[in-house]
């Protein structure tokens, strides 16, 4: 049997990369004390690693394919293949933000004032790229972690991953300016990708998690209506497409079908209920897959 090796990334990004798989149809058991998690897919084998290092792996072979950022496969100058593009972070469905920020209080003022200055943080080359498409040279150093309390004794700024803000304000800091916007990636390695039979098992993986990513902060919504209050039915409903309108067994009714974002259901409910529709049956959703 040809395994996969596959990197899930530990750290920040563990619990909602697990929630995801779940999501997806997939059970995957995880040992505090170790890092070899058991999936209920023989054909893939799991390795728990950080998501910095995932890409250099999958380069190099010792992994076949796993997820981790954008910001770390451009970090690691790594040459893989991209699967797909997965909108997740460790809090929410969004991308996060690369920014570079000083104290709240500091003379710099724009990017340009980061001349000659000494910046930390994890993503150097980034970082460097960033400074040298300015024209700007600055001392960037490696920062092992708690980057947002350096400033300003230790260094002048720092580049850092956020998704909220909430801790750069803490630490009483401001954004300069955004480096760039970083999405979790599912890449593989490009002999491993050049397999069709094992490439079409990532995509297929790929597909499942995409679908599950697609139906967070979705739900289905069934109701019946009187036929000849169908088109105002219709028109209050916003859908993935179009509604799905399928004949009763009263010939004078018909049940409507539709997909919704979940924070519109509270107040769609009222309005179709309002507009004569009975019955209506709110339900969750799993996977969406297009």
Not at 44 to 66: H, M, T
Not at 269 to 287: C, W
Request: proline residues 3%.
């Amino acid at each position: 049997m040809n395994i996969i090796k596959f990197g899930l990334p530990a750290g920040s990004l563990k619990e909602a990369t697990l929630a995801l798989f779940k999501k997806a149809g997939y059970q995957i058991t995880v040992n505090d004390r170790s890092y070899y998690p058991i999936i209920d897919d023989e054909e893939i084998e799991c390795i728990l690693i950080r998501a910095q290092e995932i890409p250099k792996y999958v380069q190099q072979g010792v992994l076949d394919a796993g997820i981790t950022g954008q910001d770390w496969i451009l970090e690691n100058r790594a040459q893989v293949y991209e699967i797909g593009e997965l909108v997740y972070a460790k809090s929410g469905m969004r991308p996060v933000r690369l920014v570079l920020a000083v104290p709240s209080d500091s003379q710099i003022k724009t990017v340009a004032d980061l001349q000659g200055k000494r910046i930390a943080t994890e993503l150097v080359n980034v970082t460097n790229d960033f400074l040298a498409g300015r024209g700007i040279k600055a001392d960037v150093e490696f920062s092992w972690g708690a980057t947002e309390v350096k400033p300003p004794k230790l260094v002048d700024a720092i580049a850092e991953l956020t998704e909220t803000g909430s801790s750069l304000k803490a630490n009483n800091l401001r954004v300069l300016e955004t480096i760039m916007h970083s999405t979790t990636r599912m890449i593989a390695n490009k002999e491993t990708a050049a397999d069709q039979v094992r490439k079409k098992k990532l995509e297929n993986i790929y597909m499942l998690l995409a679908g599950a990513l697609r139906a967070e902060d979705k739900v289905g919504l069934k109701l019946n209506v009187a036929r000849n209050r169908l088109g105002q039915i219709v028109s209050l409903l916003p859908a993935l497409k179009k509604p799905t309108v399928s004949n009763l067994i009263d010939t004078e009714w018909v049940a409507v079908e539709t997909i919704i974002d979940e924070h519109l259901v509270r107040e769609l409910i009222i309005k179709l209920k309002d507009a004569g529709a009975e019955g209506i049956v709110e339900y969750s959703l799993n996977k969406i897959i297009l």
